[in-house]
């Protein structure tokens, strides 16, 4: 999007403010499909906690998406968007059995990753397919927070477990219909990602009545030029050809099935946020935003360098400022930043915002949480209203005291 167009926007909607570009999550939706388009059975599954705002669910219901979910209020959430419960797949890690118990029950796809949670379900509902999370211990890259599937992490089911798996199989008489790994965020070599699907392969050919082979996401996505990102293309060469091999060896179509989160979304979003403050001091110049890590909280958990640009002065000679919020905490966007000269009242927009910022945020310092805006056919359209005060108070009790 244009910097006078998002401008426009946080003058119409007000700041903070997030920006969802729509074509840029078709586009994206489209390379995916496009990469893959030799597979007979291809599915993708969104993964909503990334951006979970119910008109983002619909923008990707229309596209054809599926939706990957990790609690039962997601679930929720994608029915009340119009997904019907055969386009959901529910992957929860450490969630109660009765919350696995009642997402079935709706006639979601269950995915298990965890023995004790196996051997029970199968024990009481032998008749509802499920599938198996495995963890193929391999390192795919990203920082420790968000890379899931080496060997300390308690994600999916260890693959030195899979005898235990059959052997609950063969005890409960229930029926697998799915292998699934997720090896985490940010894939950097897509040859171990081929590495690690060779371990999926090696794992589902155990079980004799598969429908579909899930590889997971954790798709890397640029942050700025020259950044590395999974080349999607050359995976779906790559992985197309190795997964078409495999259905002949083991006999039957497959479904392949990808739950990417933050290659749909993270590019197609824009935060928006005013300066109200310059700040010299005698080691840098800051510029303090009318926001802080309770809107965007990626650079302070993960480290994140989203690019930031300042729409009220695109052309401006640049600076160097380190950006801060507002939050009586060191909350710090971006250190010692080249930024087109900064004035205050000027609004700067953060890049890649759409994936895990706005899902993440909170009423941290008692602040409202953003308006979001849709951006469609050269429109905004706002997807939801910003908070008021009323929404602070909203199921708080003042009693006697
Ligand atoms: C979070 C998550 C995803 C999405 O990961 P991205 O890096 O955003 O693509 C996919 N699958 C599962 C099980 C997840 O928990």
Redesign the pocket.
Known sequence: MQPKELLDLATTFGNPLYVYDADKIEVQYNRLTSAFAKVEKLRINY?M??LSNISILKLLKNLGSGL?T?SIQEVQLGLHAGFTPDKIIF?P?GVSFEEIEEVAKMGVQI?IDNLSILEHFGAKYPKIPVCI?INPHVMAGGNEN?S?GHIDSK?GISIYQIPHVLRIVENTKMNINGI?M?T???ILDIEVFLYASEILFDAAKQFKNLEFLDF????KVPYKKGDIETNIEELGKKLTKRFLAFEKEYGRELTLAF?????LVSEAGYFLAKVNVIKQTTSTVFAGIDSGFNHLIRPMFYGSQHGIENISNPKGKERFYTVVGYICETDTFANNRRIAEIHEGDTLCFKNAG??CFSMASNYNSRFKPAEVLWKNGKGHLIRERETFEDLLQNQILIEV
Do not use: C, L, M, W
């Not at 997971?216 to 798709?219: I, N």
């Open positions: 993964a906690k990334a990957d990790v992957t890690n995915n999370r968000i899931v994600f699934h997720h985490g965020s940010d997971g996401s954790g798709f739950e990417p989160g933050k290659f994936a895990y």
